[in-house]
């Protein structure tokens, strides 16, 4: 049984910076592309940024590129997504979520196999 559980979420005022982080079990994130997903009250879910399973390609929505990274530590079996210079705008409940093998950008929710169940940002003004 595959799990996927984030952590790092909180309330951060408007400029600084959040780790996410997703620890996973039953999946081995080595042989998995991951992606980040966030949901904000009354929107769609969307696409944050991927990481391709053989961890050489990255993609970014233009809303967070330069200010989000996505990386993961196969060591450890987990996947971070570090958020620098924070927006109100980026408050969200954010998701994790992985599909063995995948590859190209990967950004809707319908490519992903396993989700966790999501880490709630605040981000104040």
């Known amino acids: 049984q595959v799990q996927l559980v984030e952590s790092g979420g909180g309330l951060v005022q408007a400029g600084g910076s959040l780790r996410l982080s997703c620890a996973a079990s039953g999946l081995t994130f080595s042989t998995s592309a991951m992606g980040w997903f966030r949901q904000a009250p009354g929107k769609e879910r969307e696409f944050v940024a991927s990481l391709t399973w053989t961890g050489d390609m990255t993609y970014y929505a233009d809303s967070v590129k330069g200010r989000f990274t996505i990386s993961r530590d196969n060591a450890r079996n987990t996947g971070n997504l570090q958020m620098n210079s924070l927006k109100p705008e980026d408050t969200a409940v954010y998701y994790c979520?992985?599909?063995?093998?995948?590859?190209?950008?990967?950004?809707?929710?319908?490519?992903?196999?396993?989700w966790g169940q999501g880490t709630q940002v605040t981000v104040s003004s």
């Open positions: 979520a992985a599909r063995k093998y995948g590859v190209g950008r990967g950004s809707l929710p319908a490519n992903y196999n396993y």
